[in-house]
Every structure is written in structure tokens, then in C-alpha cells.
């Protein structure tokens, strides 16, 4: 079992940065395959960002996001810069048992309570 614990959200202008954080529990988090994901009010859960074996984004985010992972803390980040207000929504990270990362929600096991994520204009 793998419990994931996301922190970082808050309130930014347009063009600013965030980094968020997922800590996982478990000793063997370096076999999992991680993502991110985002949901905005009245939209779906939305793929952002994944990393197990390549790295992965989606277009929207692709030059202004970075994953990275510290197996060492097990715990992944997701380093968000030139920050939009489309970007608003609530950040979710997830683990994949093994590689590689994928992009479909449905294939991850287990997923943290979420962040919010407010970006104004």
C-alpha cells in the first residue's frame, strides 16, 4: 500500500511559479511510476505530467512544467513556472506499480487527496 501526500498548492498571479510535492510512504516508491494530474471545476481529471522510465507531458504544460523525483525522500515534484490562469485547478499526484509511466488516470493505483492550484490574471 502506498499513501501519497501532496503540498504546495496556493494562490498565484499569472506568470509566477509553484512547485508541489508528493510524499509517498513505502519503501520501494523507486519501482513506481509517478504522474500528475489536474482537475478544474466542471472539467474532467486531465493528464499533466509523468515520469517512470521517459517523461511525459501534455502540450499545454510542455516548456513550463518540470517532474522530477527524489527516490532517496520518495517524494516527486512538480516545478510549475510562467504560471496561467488556465492552469487553475486542483493537482493530483499518482503511483503506478512499475514502468513505464502512462498517461491514463485509470491505470495508476493509488492517488493523493489533492492540491489546489488558483492562478489569477
Known amino acids: 500500500q502506498v499513501q501519497l501526500v501532496e503540498s504546495g498548492g496556493g494562490l498565484v498571479q499569472a506568470g509566477g511559479s509553484l512547485r508541489l510535492s508528493c510524499a509517498a510512504s513505502g519503501r520501494t516508491f523507486s519501482s513506481y511510476a509517478v504522474g500528475w494530474f489536474r482537475q478544474a471545476p466542471g472539467k474532467e481529471r486531465e493528464f499533466v505530467a509523468t515520469?517512470?522510465?521517459?517523461?511525459y507531458y501534455t502540450d499545454s504544460v510542455k516548456g513550463r512544467f518540470a517532474i522530477s523525483r527524489d527516490n532517496a525522500k520518495n517524494t516527486v515534484y512538480l516545478q510549475m513556472n510562467s504560471l496561467k490562469p488556465e492552469d487553475t485547478a486542483v493537482y493530483y499526484c499518482a503511483a503506478k506499480r512499475g514502468f513505464p509511466a502512462v498517461v491514463d488516470a485509470n491505470e495508476y493505483d493509488y492517488w493523493g487527496q489533492g492540491t489546489q492550484v488558483t492562478v489569477s490574471s
Open positions: 515520469s517512470g522510465g521517459w517523461i
